[in-house]
């Protein structure tokens, strides 16, 4: 019996340091665990090239946009339906003509990728001195309950340093009321609330309003510094009621709610009701767009009344546009609205990007890209060129639920008539985890990083598909080659952000899904320095002077850039 006993002692001793000794190899395997690879020079030119020079019917500065013949929405049958005050009818024409341009967001960043153009995530001054991340802060917020596992959610906090005048009206603590250049951060959040954060340290500003449907898109603040803010909610779920909401920040007060589970052409699939599009409102403030995953657009003449405390806000002339295929499918969409002038650009879930005029809500040219589409066109005003170009990704989805292998492309083209300037292609895998292809945004370089445009990818490792694997690649602008790619261990379904340094140095901010944070030369692709926070990032992050603003699913980190 005693034998016994000392035996089992042995055998439970052995099995503790057997059990240390596996934990603290796992422990020190995962610190020299490869996140992200060496970058790799890639190929001079695009595989679809059309080097010819831009006439000057097709400069968008020149004659604005039209169809050409392979561009004309004829070739794909489309059929587009128009509702006005919730009649059905055959023509639009905008009261007051709207615009749109990349200017007008000013004092932060007031809406999905900084502007209609979509072109940037990072404003102010000051980005980076050193290279490196430093001092961070984090601010919980509540998770949802019911959302689907692994949702690639892409929502982006925004930023807006208010006036003197306005901030005495919307901040509650007094300290905050006399801050100069106060910046606040506003966040809507999976559990549906609104955060206001103060950008310095996090701390709360206000309480938060609640919505009561968790939000899964980026809210936007009218460009000209009104206190109205446009945020649309679902989550995947079957039981919410996910709409549109219109709100005046001064008293939290919801002054509008839209948007409905069908589009008026045909009854969509139970699951394409979400709102997660950033909505943009017009240069002047007075034109409200935004879109629902029911392939609806939804236009408003914005009217406000008084100003301070006394403001009110009124939504008139609400305008409807869809449209389906002459086999009746309806469109659905898992993107957003790019703008420029009179001009909307959206990609559907069947691979066509869609250029619209706002103010007749006509179609005037389509363009068939690939299998569908995640991310927002990018769009770039060139005047030597004289004309609008747009750069987007398109991406795979499981195919009624099993494993696909396909294709995936980076296109880009001109604006104003939807010819494909040039075109890559990659090998692509798609798993039930997760869709592939281009599922972030891209990001326009400036100064220094001018001749480049940067994309992610899910599920493609450049020349050899891996479904978990992901790529950040540096993209010639002017010929569509590849200056260089960087391998992930980890996919990036976030879109990357370029930074700039007091000397013009550019820099690239990659996320991927682990909670890994890059810090990339953009020149090179070299690694500068790497952060991790622990949780999955598959949302937008943002750079506010030389602050950097992320969220999780259960926290929104504010990390100094040096």
């Not at 966040?187 to 955060?195: F, H, L, N, Q, V």
């Not at 001109?414 to 292609?425: K, M, S």
């Amino acid at each position: 019996m005693h034998r016994r006993s000392i035996r089992n002692k042995k055998f439970i001793l052995y099995a503790v340091v057997l059990l240390v000794v596996a934990v603290l190899a796992v422990t020190f395997a995962r610190r020299f665990v490869k996140l992200i690879w060496k970058p790799v020079k890639g190929d001079e030119r695009a595989a679809i090239y059309n080097a010819k020079p831009i006439a000057d019917a097709a400069k968008m500065f020149e004659a604005g946009a039209s169809a050409t013949k392979l561009s004309d929405p004829a070739n794909v049958n489309l059929v587009s339906y128009l509702r006005i005050d919730g009649t059905v009818v055959d023509a639009f024409s905008r009261q007051n003509e709207a615009s749109f341009s990349e200017g007008g967001y000013l004092n932060g960043i007031l809406s999905f990728r900084g502007n209609a153009l979509r072109n940037t995530s990072a404003a102010g001054e000051n980005h980076i001195t050193e290279g490196k991340f430093s001092a961070t802060w984090k601010t919980g917020v509540g998770k949802a309950s019911g959302v689907t596992k692994n949702l690639d959610w892409r929502g982006q906090a925004l930023v807006i340093t208010w006036s003197s005048e306005v901030r005495q009206l919307l901040v509650r603590p007094d300290s905050k009321k006399s801050k100069e250049n106060f910046t606040e951060i506003i966040y809507a959040s999976k559990d549906g609330r609104i955060y206001f954060l103060d950008i310095e340290d996090g701390s709360y500003t206000r309480e938060p309003i609640v919505l009561g449907t968790p939000v899964t898109g980026t809210g936007t603040i009218c460009p000209d510094g009104k206190p109205i803010y446009v945020v649309g909610t679902g989550d995947c779920a079957k039981n919410d009621d996910s709409q549109i909401f219109v709100i005046n920040l001064i008293n939290g007060e919801i002054v509008g709610k839209f948007g409905e589970r069908s589009n008026f052409t045909m009854k969509l699939p139970e699951e394409k009701y979400d709102f997660y599009a950033s909505a943009l409102f017009s240069d002047k403030g007075d034109c409200l767009v935004t879109q629902g995953e029911n392939g609806v657009i939804y236009t408003y003449a914005v009217a406000v009344e008084g100003n301070g405390g006394d403001m009110k806000v009124k939504l008139n002339q609400k305008a409807e546009y869809t449209y389906s295929y002459d086999d009746g499918r309806s469109a659905t969409s898992s993107s957003g609205i790019a703008a420029w002038g009179e001009y909307l650009y959206s990609c559907d879930t069947d691979g066509q990007l869609v250029c619209t005029n706002v103010n007749t809500l006509e179609t005037v040219w389509v363009r068939k890209l690939g299998q569908c589409f995640s991310c927002t066109p990018v769009l770039e005003e060139d005047r030597e060129a004289g004309t609008v170009f747009i750069y987007v990704g398109s991406s795979l989805d499981l195919d009624d639920g099993k494993k696909t292998k396909g294709l995936s492309y980076i296109t880009k083209l001109n604006a104003a008539t939807g010819d494909i300037i040039w075109q890559r292609e990659y090998k692509t895998r798609v798993t039930k985890l997760t869709d592939g292809g281009f599922m972030g945004t891209a990001c326009l370089g400036s100064g220094s990083l001018s001749d480049y445009i940067f994309f992610t990818a899910v599920g493609t490792t450049g020349k050899k598909a891996d479904k978990k694997n992901g790529i950040v690649l540096a993209i010639n602008k002017k010929t569509g080659g590849m200056k260089y790619y960087v391998r992930l261990k980890n996919y990036a379904a976030s879109s990357p952000v370029c930074v700039y340094g007091a000397d013009g140095a550019g820099y690239l901010i990659i996320c991927d899904n682990e909670g890994n944070l890059f810090l990339l030369d953009g020149e090179s692709g070299k690694v500068k320095d790497t952060r991790k926070i622990g949780e999955r990032i598959t949302t937008e992050p943002i750079v506010y002077n030389n602050k950097l603003i992320i969220g999780t699913e259960s926290k929104i980190y504010g990390i100094t850039l040096e």
